[in-house]
């Protein structure tokens, strides 16, 4: 009888590992798909700041998806929206270093080495957009735990979704700016 009740004891404690196992994949894969997106089947969606030049806005549409798929740590996902931000940004005039930064993300699929192109590319997409809003704005975002000294990105929402950390520290940074 001891044996029959071990036996069951050890079944019933693997069920239960089973499905919170099953709970915890599910429930990853719902966060996953929240913060994902298919970068070759997106339609481009207006978002609350405009500018004058509509290159410059597709190129800031790429932006952003890139930016939330770093937030949503999705290697794989940024480097297929850096490919097409890299198309974007080569119907930009001037737009040679942001290219040059978006390559190194595209190039890639190594999250930390993203993370870090992604900053160099915050900097080259500022001055590239700097001055062409014709409507909304911008926010200069920064994260002072970032890349050992502090890195910046840009959103046009005011909420803090960190790029730099994901998950890890999602909230951690502040607004530096606010660009018009």
Request: net charge neutral; proline share 2%.
């Amino acid at each position: 009888m001891n044996n029959l009740k071990r036996v069951t004891m050890k079944i019933l404690k693997n069920g239960v590992s089973a499905v919170v196992i099953l709970t915890l994949t599910f429930s990853y894969a719902q966060e996953k798909i929240k913060l994902n997106h298919d970068h070759s089947k997106m339609e481009m969606k207006q978002t609350p700041v405009e500018f004058g030049n509509e290159n410059v806005a597709y190129a800031y549409e790429h932006y952003e998806h890139v930016k939330n798929d770093l937030v949503g740590s999705n290697p794989g996902d940024a480097q297929k929206g850096a490919e097409m931000l890299n198309e974007a940004l080569g119907k930009v005039e001037g737009a040679d270093a942001a290219l040059s930064a978006s390559q190194k993300i595209a190039a890639t699929d190594i999250l930390k080495v993203q993370r870090k192109a992604f900053s160099e590319l915050s900097t080259e997409m500022e001055a590239l957009l700097r001055g062409k809003i014709t409507s909304g704005k911008l926010y200069k975002d920064f994260c002072p735990m970032a890349l050992n000294g502090g890195a910046y990105w840009l959103s046009s929402v005011e909420d803090i979704r960190n790029p730099y950390y994901g998950a890890q520290m999602l909230s951690c940074g502040k607004v530096a700016e606010v660009i018009e």
